[in-house]
């Protein structure tokens, strides 16, 4: 980079063919080109990733972009927008994965510091500045941005504990029946049907006791994947417990949902499955209800009527569809 003054909007600094991690990417921000200049080739030297912006208004647009630089230091006074501003205006975002910014200021004025801090810096560092300060304070940054990485990964890995099936990826019986719940209430307010199906796997049982659970499971994963294949991307699929699973069908009538059931029950059968060593047919048996089959749209009570139907189904001899009778 020459010292001109020419500096494009966004402009990357530095080798970028090693894929540096996030926490080694940052965004420098200030209008005076020495100082831009000299920031560049510091960091660029540290191994840093360097985003240059010569306004306030440059820094903002690439903060707004996606990937954006995790790392910022931006200087406190710039045309357009400058740094505390660009502060406020990231923390009302509240945007993950946050954005620690460390402030250039050629001021220690307690006063000028306290205003950077309120707004949203994480840190400031005063020009004229040591490069060991600036370099450890980077590296604080670093640590923090590490820090909320990994809360960010265990409160996803919470978060998919509490609302996901960990045998078959579905949504569990808890977010599988919150979902129909949802679906109901909608539907009421417009006057639309919400169907539902209950399938339950034929002779489960013998699988595990023939082959192990590890097969079992194995056939409960292919299980999964066949009906998520099986049915449109607004429909919702979630294991009810075992060998059952429940499938929502929001705007389906019962004919509609008899169809989709029938579905549910091909994608199954339709080819065998492989489970470790053993070549497994697997079928399912099929109940099938929609809520205007219903007095009132009561989740327990749809259930109970899909449910009631399904074990008409396999008192007809499984790998089959019933339809419940009408709650009326």
């Keep these: ?51 240059t912006a010569a306004d306030g208004r440059q820094a903002w647009a690439v903060l707004q972009q996606p990937g954006a630089p995790r790392l910022a230091l931006l200087d406190r006074r710039m045309p357009g927008l400058d740094g505390v501003e660009i502060c406020r205006r990231v923390r009302q975002q509240a945007q993950e994965p946050y954005i620690y910014i460390l402030l250039l200021t050629v001021s220690d004025q307690e006063q000028q510091i306290a205003a950077g801090l309120q707004s949203g810096a994480d840190d400031y560092i005063v020009k004229p500045y040591h490069l060991d300060e600036l370099q450890a304070r980077l590296e604080a940054g670093r640590r923090i941005l590490g820090i909320q990485h990994r ?26 029946l919150e979902f129909l719940r949802k679906e109901l209430a909608r539907a009421h307010r417009r006057g639309d049907p919400v169907g539902l199906a209950v399938l339950d796997l034929d002779h489960f049982k013998s699988i595990n006791d023939q082959h192990g659970h590890p097969v079992g499971d194995t056939v409960l994963r292919e299980t999964g994947e066949r009906l998520r ?3 449109r991307a607004y429909d919702a699929i979630g294991r009810y417990g075992g060998d059952e699973f429940i499938s929502v069908h929001p705007g389906c009538s019962w004919e509609d949902t008899a169809h989709l059931g029938e579905r549910l029950r091909a994608a199954l059968s339709v080819a065998p499955m492989i489970a470790g060593s053993a ?30 139907a399904l074990y008409t189904a396999k008192r007809a001899g499984r790998d089959r569809v019933e339809i419940a009778r009408p709650d009326r």
């Design 229 to 231: 294949e099986a049915v």
């Design 279 to 308: 070549l497994l047919q697997v079928t399912a048996s099929v109940g099938v209800a929609s809520s205007d089959m219903l007095l009132a749209p009561e989740p327990a009570r749809l259930v109970f009527l899909a449910d009631a």
């Design 151 to 176: 809360l960010i990964e265990a409160r996803d890995r919470l978060q998919s504990q509490a609302t996901i099936d960990s045998v078959t990826g579905l949504w569990n019986r808890g977010m599988i």
């Design 1 to 51: 980079m020459n010292g001109n003054g020419n500096h494009a909007h966004g402009k990357l600094i530095g080798d970028l063919a090693h894929n540096p991690p996030p926490d080694k990417r940052i965004l420098v921000a200030d209008d005076h080109p020495s100082t831009l200049e000299q920031l560049c080739e510091t960091l660029t030297e540290w191994g840093y990733s360097v985003v």
